[in-house]
């Protein structure tokens, strides 16, 4: 039972605008701009994507962002971002950003926790102060810090559980997903997570809990925390398509560029991932064939480029000699050369993904790179994530 | 005794363009473009500006950078460095570059050394593996990385030592000057240094000598090495106007804001520092009403600027309680924002120098600057350098 209201209300409004199979294009429409899907989100944890300026950021052209509530409530508080005008304006950013609603830092990152129907009591993983988060108060938080799109709060329960405590952390999410739409102001919109493990049936009782419900996009949440590969990609193929075809859909914290193209295969809209951020700061880049440790005593003196298919800036500038002279010398600079280039292999990536949905030639791009990069990495130095 | 060559055999021609008293307005001229003087060289060890990718780096405008023979030569090596083209084409860098000779760093960073007439036998800071330098071997990796100012290969006595043991140093140093000067090609400009501790006969001697010799350049070192800073400016007053007119007059390793007036006073053209750089990763900021320290809970909520009298991308994009929360929580960006702000400071800083002797109103230029600091100083939470 999908709920249809009028696009109009919406705070942020999807347009389905072509489709090559079950990969989408389309447009999100926010207080902060259109957002063209399938679209990555650089993680910009505590107002900061790692390593990178605003400006430098904004140079790479993503149109959203990924902000954490649970590290912007304890660094630098709520308070703090509201007097300050919202996240937007203490980081100086124009672009559009969706906050993660602190579920999942609460149960991955707190060392301390009682979890309970009102909500979930914790302790900072900084210093261990006493810290409570429920429905009402992440809406409140996500909606003080002026997001364009709030995440409902929901229980990420670890891989590993039984199907029974799966089931019961499922139906709390359920529980918080009606009172998370009950915070919802008129101004920042609100996605539902979908919950059930790897469970089929839970999958699917999830889905339609929260498509009965009026949310404005619907997220695909408890994938990548532990369970292997072969299953998240099942689970995440099984459930896709059972989302409402009118609302983005949106893949949480996954992941490395082929889960990408599995995710806009099976109709993903967004993602998010520390990945591409991570990996730039130990060292670990993404080019066109595959990923490189530019540690590695091979770039030694290498003169060519990172990636000579890359038009981004630390592709054009520097060399591979370099980088790996930077790196290896424990230079800031490598981080900010290694992070430009990983955003944007993300960024360009999933603009050919748009490019080639539009051109009808979806699944012929996602073969021919993933042939690519396989070929590139056998044999090859790549590092694992 | 001063050789006058025709300025058109220099690999770097000093042209004195106006002054107003002691302090100079020049430009020396470069294959890699015009510097105009009196200039601060930011420096980057190396062959990168801590903190900052080389377009950052240009974007502030600075005409020369300077690099380190002794961090160099152990990495990633001089045989490397001419393979690639140079240290311009490693880092990207279309600007001038002058290398310290690695004298200054052997005696303050190796932890094991024998100097002997002949260069100095010494262990590397990083992994303690044996090196050796002479004027011949310094000169000759400075001419094979490219830059455009080579420094002789001097000895720089610690602060302390006595008068006779600072002359037989002084000594050394200048019979390498004359084996510096032999290795000489003819593209890299070559700078003699004075040397002599405290000691005004010593220091008389070391110009004279020196000046007796064929040098593009002349720079005073073994200053801000220990000594009081009271001794440190006598000094520089009773030295700089010592040194050949005709030529660029180098203050090497000095410093802050205050030191580079003083230095200007007493008609020095070339300065740098690794103060704005280091100080910018340790959160203390320049501005025009003194030093700050941006972790201090002061700026928690503060949205103003920087620096409000300061045109940085730093100060034009973002508050001091973003600064500051970038700070305390280890973000990178911090100290790329911190850097941009120092080094600007410092170009800024040599600019308005450059136009009151141009306007011949350095004197006042420099009495207001260091008054606005000081009262500004006095009673805030400015931080030592």
């Known amino acids: ?90 980081m100086s950013w124009d672009g559009a950003i969706l906050s993660d609603s602190g579920g999942f830092q609460v149960f991955s990152l707190a060392s301390i926790r009682k979890v309970r129907e009102e909500g979930v009591e914790f302790r900072s993983h900084i210093d261990g102060s006493l810290h409570f988060l429920s429905p009402e108060r992440s809406i409140e938080i996500q909606n003080r810090m002026g997001v364009d799109i709030a995440m409902a709060f929901d229980e990420c329960p670890a891989y590993g559980l039984s199907k029974a405590e799966v089931e019961r952390s499922m139906a709390l999410t359920h529980r918080w997903a009606v009172r998370s739409l009950a915070g919802r102001n008129g101004r920042t919109a609100l996605f539902g997570i979908v919950q059930g493990g790897i469970h089929r049936d839970l999958r699917r009782t999830s889905v339609e809990e929260l498509a009965s419900l009026d949310f404005d996009g619907f997220a695909i949440g408890g994938l ?55 990996n730039a700061r130990n060292g670990t880049l993404f080019t066109s064939v595959g990923k490189i440790a530019i540690k590695n005593a091979r770039y030694t003196a290498d003169r060519g480029p990172l990636d000579p298919s890359c038009a981004c800036l630390t592709c054009r500038s520097v060399s591979r000699a370099y980088l790996r002279h930077l790196f290896v010398n424990g230079e800031v600079a490598a981080l900010v ?46 590092a694992r994530s």
């Not at 950021?57 to 630098?76: D, F, K, Q, S």
């Open 337 to 382: 050369y290694n992070t430009i280039h990983n955003v944007s292999f993300y960024l360009d990536l999933m603009r050919d993904i748009r490019q080639s949905i539009e051109s009808k030639s979806f699944g012929t791009f996602r073969e021919t790179f993933l042939t690519r990069i396989a070929s590139g990495e056998a044999g090859s130095d790549a």
């Open 224 to 278: 990548s925390v532990g369970e292997p590969k072969e299953e998240m990609l099942e689970t995440l193929r099984f459930t896709a398509p059972l989302l409402p075809a009118g609302r983005a859909r949106y893949l949480m914290g996954v992941g490395t560029p082929a889960d990408l193209l599995e995710g806009v295969a099976a109709g993903i809209d967004m993602f998010d991932c520390v990945l591409p951020t991570r």
């Open 1 to 90: 039972m999908t709920v249809v209201p009028s696009p109009a209300a919406r705070a942020a409004d999807f347009r389905l605008l072509g489709s090559d199979g079950p990969a989408r294009r389309g447009e999100l429409v926010t207080a902060h701009g259109s957002i063209q899907t399938p679209v990555f989100m650089p993680v910009g944890t505590l107002a900061s994507v790692k390593s990178l300026t605003t400006l430098q950021l904004a140079a790479l052209g993503p149109e959203i962002i990924l902000c954490n509530t649970y590290h912007l409530m304890l660094r630098p508080g709520v308070d703090l971002l509201e007097e300050l005008g919202g996240v937007h304006r203490f």
